[in-house]
């Protein structure tokens, strides 16, 4: 009982912690998109502009974006972290650390790093045209977007698929063999429903910070693409309308809430936690 009461003592820091940054903003959030900008009374209004055209082409375009993105970081990141499983420890550490090593560098200088090497007189187009190919016009398009969003969150993706198949016990896999399954039989019924658990934790992280960017929209996409996490931005940084850009982050919680039921749904033992 009193180690008990020792851990939940040190469990007071993260509480304060919790409170101060995440509690606390988020009431300040729902307290602005229920309330008038002009006298601070209850009102539905701010929802409204959720709704317009400009707000609604934005969302639909940021889902579009995010969904294509997550699918891709998926297509790519289970094939890896197949390979990486298999691997030998020593190995696997060294080729997980130089994989993951781009994310200790600052996520805006990366992203900065891709707009000169895809702007119409960067790195690749000057490469390009040394050899005479065509340049690439990708900068300031959707296409642009999405790959500076693969790039940026592909590691969220294999790292949680990764741990969930290093945890597969290889006495399964040797015994849907004996039993006469060929690889492909193997891996559908046995390998994959196994990885379920991080296919779905990868899914959740890499979704999420897709739908809600607005730094890789504004380098990549040059200021032409707006995505909701832009309109946000404007909403609070330029037009100092807190109210709207509450409520549109409202909208936009309750996508990122349901993509983390799924999650606990499928991931309820924690299975495919990456970190």
């Known amino acids: 009982m009193k180690n008990n009461r020792r851990l939940k003592w040190l469990a007071g820091p993260y509480a304060v912690w919790a409170a101060g940054f995440i509690i606390i903003p988020l009431l300040m959030i729902v307290y602005y998109a229920f309330t008038s900008q002009d006298n601070g009374g209850f009102t539905l209004a701010n929802f409204s502009s959720v709704f317009n055209g400009s707000t609604m082409k934005a969302l639909g375009l940021s889902i579009l974006l995010a969904v294509v ?28 650390l130089i994989f993951i090593l781009p994310m200790w560098m600052n996520f805006l200088l990366r992203t900065f790093a891709w707009q000169t090497l895809l702007e119409k007189n960067g790195v690749i187009n000057t490469l390009l045209s040394l050899i005479n ?26 790292l949680p698929i990764y741990n969930v198949l290093i945890k597969i016990d290889k006495d399964v896999i040797n015994a849907a063999r004996d039993l006469g399954a060929n690889a492909v039989q193997t891996f559908v019924h046995v390998t994959l429903p196994l990885t379920v658990p991080g296919i779905i934790s990868g899914i959740t992280m890499v ?8 730094v890789i929209s504004d380098l990549l996409g040059g200021g032409k693409i707006l995505l909701i996490g832009n309109m946000i931005e404007q909403q609070f940084k330029q037009l100092n309308n807190w109210n709207v850009g509450s409520a549109m982050s409202m909208v936009l919680l309750i996508f990122v809430v349901i993509t983390m039921v799924i999650e606990g749904k499928y991931d309820k033992d924690g299975e495919g936690t990456a970190f």
């Open 69 to 96: 993105s997550t699918l891709i970081c998926l297509i790519l990141a289970y094939p890896l972290a197949m390979i990486l499983s298999e691997m030998s420890m020593s190995s696997t550490s060294f080729i997980v």
């Open 133 to 158: 190919l065509p340049p690439l016009d990708i900068i300031n398009t959707p296409s642009a977007i999405i790959l500076g969003m693969v790039y940026n969150f592909l590691p969220f993706m294999v």
């Open 207 to 214: 979704l999420i910070p897709s739908l809600t960017t607005f």
